[in-house]
């Protein structure tokens, strides 16, 4: 089946840094999604990404469909930035959502 | 709109008990997920409804893990009798399933956490 594959798996990060955090998959997906889940276990969907580039504020995504990427960046990254990031994508017939393991991110003040 | 209420938060309960969680997705969102989310691991799916029909279960242990979905909205998920293992917290999410910009973006509940002693 087709595998999404994130890394870092753990990023420490001093306030007011930038960062990158990439997400792989190994076939071509659909509607592609950003998630950050809080250390109080609230997940939050950042962006719905299924190629293109978005931008919220300090957060922006790129997908590159075709090379079967995306990116999640990060600027001017604040403490409460820190939690987990996965990235999702539906594969095949857009029934089933294949995540990644997610990128850990801790950014100290 | 209002998001995706979950209750319980928080259920301790002993070995061998049953416990039932609640999920009321947002409305007009037909595809309604249950997502087992042990600490230090990413969600794992355990079932998802498309209105009251099961598209996929592949996942749940049906020996001891129930869902249903009546009238295609609220939803339970029941667990008897519980083990150890399935501490963890339970996420409910639902979804606007199509092929439009936005169908499939999932909204996930505060989530249900279990402990089992």
């Known amino acids: 089946g087709i595998q999404v594959e994130q890394s870092p798996p753990d990023l420490i990060l001093q306030e007011g840094a930038n960062s990158t955090l990439r997400c792989n998959f190994s076939d071509s997906v659909n509607n592609l999604q950003w998630f950050h889940q809080n250390p109080w276990g609230q997940l939050i969907n950042l962006f719905y990404?299924?190629?293109?580039?978005k931008q919220n504020g300090r957060l922006s995504a790129t997908t590159v469909a075709t090379e079967r990427y995306s990116l999640l960046y990060i600027s001017s990254s604040q403490t409460t930035d820190s939690g987990v990031y996965f990235c999702?994508?539906?594969?095949?017939?857009?029934?089933?959502?294949?995540w990644g393991l997610g990128t850990s991110l801790a950014v100290n003040p | 709109e209002a998001g995706v209420a979950q209750s319980p938060r928080y259920k301790i309960i002993e070995k061998r008990q049953s416990v039932a969680f609640w999920c009321n997705p947002i409305?007009?969102?037909?595809?309604l997920y249950w997502y087992q989310q042990i600490l230090g691991q990413g969600p794992k799916l355990l079932i998802q409804f498309q209105n009251n029909g099961v598209v996929d279960d592949s996942q749940l242990p049906k020996d001891r893990f129930s869902a249903e979905r009546l009238k295609g909205v609220d939803s339970t998920l029941k667990i008897q009798p519980a083990k150890l293992e399935d501490s963890a917290v339970y996420l409910c999410?639902?979804?606007?399933?199509?092929?439009?910009?936005?169908?499939?973006?999932?909204?996930f509940g505060a989530g249900s956490r279990l402990t089992v002693l």
């Open positions: 990404i299924p190629s293109g580039t």
């Open positions: 999410a639902s979804s606007r399933p199509g092929t439009f910009s936005g169908a499939n973006v999932l909204t």
């Open positions: 999702a994508a539906y594969a095949g017939n857009n029934r089933k959502l294949i």
């Open positions: 409305s007009g969102h037909a595809t």
